[in-house]
DNA sequence: AGCACGCCGACT
DNA sequence: GTCGGCGTGCTC
């Protein structure tokens, strides 16, 4: 008698649980599935959408633990998540140790994770019948932006894709306002499964010799994985190798995954690439909807867009014939996710590289120690451009005392004679001040009290605009300012320290003839302001520019000569071991703003540590001897990139209950690992009491990453299993910021 | 994560 | 007497 195992797959279900799930179907069913399918399947009293990870084989035996439940439906015909993807899931997922249905859940757009159909439709306008009477156009005369949408569709009498429009800046909202005077029409079309011959839109620039010499080392490469660290100073010309070695990709008709840092997908950054290349542009980044991030992901998975460029989250996109990745600005911290799943898009792009088999480039000026680690081992192969293209020459530094100096307004007279110089020769003047709002204490006059936020061991900043109240940078927490001191009663408070907006008003009154602008994520918090900014700044006049690290970030602002950083003080005295690195890159990017002209460039330094050695190491001999001298250290430290890390994070309503925990899994930790792995703490967070609630966390490091992985592993499970609610947990493996 | 079951305070 | 607070336990 003959009784047949049930046909059953394995899948894993979007819930914060590391096992996966296994249920049965139908013969047929087993027949069709495939792995990267989404199923639905009943789930404890819910339904949820499933994915595929495998056919269970069928000479295996059921487990007799569980009750074998049925599934309800196959959603998909083709695996929605191919094979390269869904083992790039699988691994991120062991390697960060995080439950891999939570993993695929932030790869998928949400309409596909919701289970909605797999439609290849897109949106495409085109002009009305009215839109061809003469005179309806007339009406347009006072909205420029829907003129020229108009004006662009005209040009493409069959329709035009949205995603098109939106990537020329023409948005949805001016498309909908002229669909509702019926000039314009908008209709569903199938995406386009072929991709069309690349074309170079504009002809290719000339490269200089060291930039010849990169592509000659990149280009025969191109047909196999191969990691490069393309380390040149702003300036050299990053750029224009990337867009070469795409255009060589490009051309063979395969595609190209661009990564840039949050910040730095601009209309810029899109303009470039659209002024080189004629083909299809996918673009993904966090302020998309779900249906345009559903197209998105579409036009890079059906084949179409040859170009896919985005942020982070864009790293897991289907990319059938993916032929290059170029993750641009590499130091950037925002590649590595700081919640939930806390992957670094880096580090999974030379692993998605090497299953696509093709060539991972990382840029930068300010090369992250640990790439630089990475090119020493020979793991990538390390690209240097020195030249800084046209005739532009590197600025000098100089740093300038502030304890000695005699100061107005927070500036130092020396650097205010320089900035009404550098105004009179008709530049512009850059002031770095990475704290915005207008003063970063309130202070008692009569008794030294200060405002403090309720929730959290830090200072309210003040804020005067746009009107004044106290506001926390750390959980959010917004409070009017008190009329007077509410321990003591008197009734000056006074604003102790620089913000920028203090700054702002400080130069005002400084330099009242000439525009002072203000960049930071105050004064750009309204869609556009930003592009406003920018524009005056390209208009060729003296001006002075203050803001965050928002201005630090991969824009050209070619008129400025004088460059003034005005403290950076609390980079330096951090007790974080990369504070000294990302104090070093923050400066070095800052200070390539400067001199990309003609003119030759200078970078005022302010601040109360000129001794410190970082400054000096920096100033004489520049970023790559820093990075030469950190690495030594690191070493002698025992700290990362020569040992691995993971660190473990909790936090609870109660301060020693948390600890306590941690304490007591620290000792099964190191019981369990012996010598192999370290535990450094635990001890309170550097902001133990944030939004009211106790933060404490411990280092975990080994010099293999093996064992370190392999016991955290298995004592992580533990942990999660075992340990009480009212303490959250969470893992973080390749921290980056112990905040 | 959901969603249930389950045991203790203020209400028609 | 109930309605409902959210503590803990499970999901193939």
Redesign the pocket.
């Given at each position: 008698m003959n009784n047949p195992l049930p046909f059953r797959i394995r899948v894993a279900v979007p819930?914060?649980?590391h096992?996966y799930?296994?249920?049965?179907v139908s013969a047929q069913q087993y027949a069709d599935i495939q792995a990267g399918m989404r199923v639905t399947?009943?789930?404890?009293?819910?339904t949820c959408v499933a994915i595929v990870i495998e056919k269970v084989a069928l000479d295996v035996p059921p487990?007799t633990?569980?009750?074998?439940?049925k599934i309800i439906q196959i959603l998909d015909e083709q695996p929605l998540i191919d094979p390269h993807i869904l083992q790039l899931l699988t691994w991120s997922a062991q390697y960060y140790m995080y439950p891999l249905g939570e993993v695929i859940q932030s790869a998928l757009p949400t309409r596909l994770r919701q289970g909605h159909h797999y439609d290849c439709v897109t949106t495409q306008w085109q002009l009305t019948p009215l839109a061809h009477e003469e005179n309806t156009l007339k009406q347009l005369k006072r909205s420029e932006k829907q003129r020229l949408a108009v004006e662009y569709i005209q040009t493409h009498p069959h329709g035009v894709l949205e995603t098109e429009l939106n990537l020329h800046g023409i948005s949805t909202a001016t498309l909908k306002a002229l669909e509702k005077k019926q000039l314009v029409q908008q209709n569903e079309v199938q995406i386009d499964f072929s991709r069309k011959p690349v074309g170079l839109a504009e002809k290719q620039l000339t490269a200089n010799t060291e930039q010849l010499q990169a592509l000659e080392q990149i280009v025969p490469t191109l047909q196999n994985y191969a990691g490069y660290l393309l380390d040149g100073i702003t300036g050299s010309g990053k750029t224009e190798v990337y867009l070469q070695v795409m255009w060589q990709v490009l051309k063979q008709n395969k595609q190209v995954l661009v990564l840039v840092p949050e910040i730095g997908l601009t209309p810029q950054t899109i303009a470039r690439f659209r002024a080189r290349f004629d083909c299809h542009i996918a673009l993904l980044h966090s302020g998309l909807n779900d249906t345009k991030r559903l197209h998105a992901w579409q036009q890079a998975q059906t084949g179409q867009a040859g170009i896919i460029l985005g942020t982070r989250s864009a790293l897991y996109t289907p990319i059938p014939d993916l032929g290059l990745i170029i993750l641009d600005e590499e130091h950037d911290l925002s590649f590595k996710q700081q919640e939930g799943f806390r992957y670094h898009a880096r580090d999974v792009a030379l692993y998605r590289g090497y299953l696509a088999k093709c060539p991972v480039i990382l840029g930068s000026a300010t090369p992250s120690i640990d790439s630089f680690a990475l090119a020493k081992q020979g793991k990538l192969k390390h690209i240097m451009l020195n030249q800084r293209a046209g005739h532009a020459r590197m600025p000098k530094m100089q740093i300038l005392d502030l304890k000695i100096a005699p100061k107005q307004h927070g500036l130092s007279l020396i650097l205010i004679e320089k900035i009404k110089a550098t105004l009179q020769q008709g530049q512009q003047v850059l002031v770095f001040l990475n704290r915005r709002g207008y003063a970063p204490v309130l202070m008692c006059e009569s008794c030294a009290w200060q405002a403090n936020c309720p929730r959290c061991d830090a200072h309210f900043t003040l804020h005067t605009q746009p009107y004044q109240h106290l506001h926390c940078h750390h959980c959010g927490l917004i409070q009017t300012l008190p009329k007077q001191c509410p321990a003591c009663q008197h009734p000056t408070l006074k604003p102790i320290g620089l913000g920028t907006v203090k700054i702002e008003e400080g130069l005002k009154e400084l330099f009242p003839e000439h525009d002072v602008l203000r960049v930071d994520k105050d004064s750009t918090r309204h869609v556009g302001s930003l592009e406003k900014i920018y524009a005056q700044i390209h208009a060729e006049k003296p001006l002075i520019l203050l803001g965050t690290q928002m201005l630090a970030k991969g824009h050209h602002f070619p008129h400025v000569s004088l460059v003034a950083i005005l403290d950076i003080d609390a980079g330096l005295l951090s007790v974080d071991f990369r504070a000294p690195e990302r104090t070093a890159q923050l400066i070095t990017q800052v200070a390539g703003r400067a001199g990309r002209g003609d003119y030759h460039g200078e970078v005022i330094l302010q601040t109360l540590r000129p001794e410190h050695p970082i400054l000096h190491t920096l100033l004489e001999h520049g970023y790559r001897t820093f990075a030469e001298q950190t690495l030594k250290e690191r070493e002698t430290a025992c700290l990362p990139p020569y040992r691995y890390s993971i660190l473990i994070r909790s936090d609870a309503k109660n301060e020693q209950h948390n600890l306590a925990f941690l304490s007591q899994n620290a000792k099964l930790l190191t019981d369990n690992a012996q010598q192999s792995v370290d535990v450094w703490g635990p001890i309170p967070a550097p902001m133990q009491r944030k939004a009211g609630k106790y933060h404490a966390h411990m280092l975990l490091l080994a010099s293999s990453r093996v064992q370190l992985h392999h016991y955290v592993k298995h004592w992580w499970q533990y942990v999660r299993a075992t340990a009480?609610?009212d303490i959250r947990l969470s893992i973080d493996v390749d921290p980056q910021e112990f905040g």
């Amino acid at each position: 008698m003959n009784n047949p195992l049930p046909f059953r797959i394995r899948v894993a279900v979007p819930v914060p649980i590391h096992e996966y799930f296994d249920y049965e179907v139908s013969a047929q069913q087993y027949a069709d599935i495939q792995a990267g399918m989404r199923v639905t399947v009943p789930f404890g009293r819910q339904t949820c959408v499933a994915i595929v990870i495998e056919k269970v084989a069928l000479d295996v035996p059921p487990s007799t633990q569980f009750k074998l439940k049925k599934i309800i439906q196959i959603l998909d015909e083709q695996p929605l998540i191919d094979p390269h993807i869904l083992q790039l899931l699988t691994w991120s997922a062991q390697y960060y140790m995080y439950p891999l249905g939570e993993v695929i859940q932030s790869a998928l757009p949400t309409r596909l994770r919701q289970g909605h159909h797999y439609d290849c439709v897109t949106t495409q306008w085109q002009l009305t019948p009215l839109a061809h009477e003469e005179n309806t156009l007339k009406q347009l005369k006072r909205s420029e932006k829907q003129r020229l949408a108009v004006e662009y569709i005209q040009t493409h009498p069959h329709g035009v894709l949205e995603t098109e429009l939106n990537l020329h800046g023409i948005s949805t909202a001016t498309l909908k306002a002229l669909e509702k005077k019926q000039l314009v029409q908008q209709n569903e079309v199938q995406i386009d499964f072929s991709r069309k011959p690349v074309g170079l839109a504009e002809k290719q620039l000339t490269a200089n010799t060291e930039q010849l010499q990169a592509l000659e080392q990149i280009v025969p490469t191109l047909q196999n994985y191969a990691g490069y660290l393309l380390d040149g100073i702003t300036g050299s010309g990053k750029t224009e190798v990337y867009l070469q070695v795409m255009w060589q990709v490009l051309k063979q008709n395969k595609q190209v995954l661009v990564l840039v840092p949050e910040i730095g997908l601009t209309p810029q950054t899109i303009a470039r690439f659209r002024a080189r290349f004629d083909c299809h542009i996918a673009l993904l980044h966090s302020g998309l909807n779900d249906t345009k991030r559903l197209h998105a992901w579409q036009q890079a998975q059906t084949g179409q867009a040859g170009i896919i460029l985005g942020t982070r989250s864009a790293l897991y996109t289907p990319i059938p014939d993916l032929g290059l990745i170029i993750l641009d600005e590499e130091h950037d911290l925002s590649f590595k996710q700081q919640e939930g799943f806390r992957y670094h898009a880096r580090d999974v792009a030379l692993y998605r590289g090497y299953l696509a088999k093709c060539p991972v480039i990382l840029g930068s000026a300010t090369p992250s120690i640990d790439s630089f680690a990475l090119a020493k081992q020979g793991k990538l192969k390390h690209i240097m451009l020195n030249q800084r293209a046209g005739h532009a020459r590197m600025p000098k530094m100089q740093i300038l005392d502030l304890k000695i100096a005699p100061k107005q307004h927070g500036l130092s007279l020396i650097l205010i004679e320089k900035i009404k110089a550098t105004l009179q020769q008709g530049q512009q003047v850059l002031v770095f001040l990475n704290r915005r709002g207008y003063a970063p204490v309130l202070m008692c006059e009569s008794c030294a009290w200060q405002a403090n936020c309720p929730r959290c061991d830090a200072h309210f900043t003040l804020h005067t605009q746009p009107y004044q109240h106290l506001h926390c940078h750390h959980c959010g927490l917004i409070q009017t300012l008190p009329k007077q001191c509410p321990a003591c009663q008197h009734p000056t408070l006074k604003p102790i320290g620089l913000g920028t907006v203090k700054i702002e008003e400080g130069l005002k009154e400084l330099f009242p003839e000439h525009d002072v602008l203000r960049v930071d994520k105050d004064s750009t918090r309204h869609v556009g302001s930003l592009e406003k900014i920018y524009a005056q700044i390209h208009a060729e006049k003296p001006l002075i520019l203050l803001g965050t690290q928002m201005l630090a970030k991969g824009h050209h602002f070619p008129h400025v000569s004088l460059v003034a950083i005005l403290d950076i003080d609390a980079g330096l005295l951090s007790v974080d071991f990369r504070a000294p690195e990302r104090t070093a890159q923050l400066i070095t990017q800052v200070a390539g703003r400067a001199g990309r002209g003609d003119y030759h460039g200078e970078v005022i330094l302010q601040t109360l540590r000129p001794e410190h050695p970082i400054l000096h190491t920096l100033l004489e001999h520049g970023y790559r001897t820093f990075a030469e001298q950190t690495l030594k250290e690191r070493e002698t430290a025992c700290l990362p990139p020569y040992r691995y890390s993971i660190l473990i994070r909790s936090d609870a309503k109660n301060e020693q209950h948390n600890l306590a925990f941690l304490s007591q899994n620290a000792k099964l930790l190191t019981d369990n690992a012996q010598q192999s792995v370290d535990v450094w703490g635990p001890i309170p967070a550097p902001m133990q009491r944030k939004a009211g609630k106790y933060h404490a966390h411990m280092l975990l490091l080994a010099s293999s990453r093996v064992q370190l992985h392999h016991y955290v592993k298995h004592w992580w499970q533990y942990v999660r299993a075992t340990a009480p609610s009212d303490i959250r947990l969470s893992i973080d493996v390749d921290p980056q910021e112990f905040g």
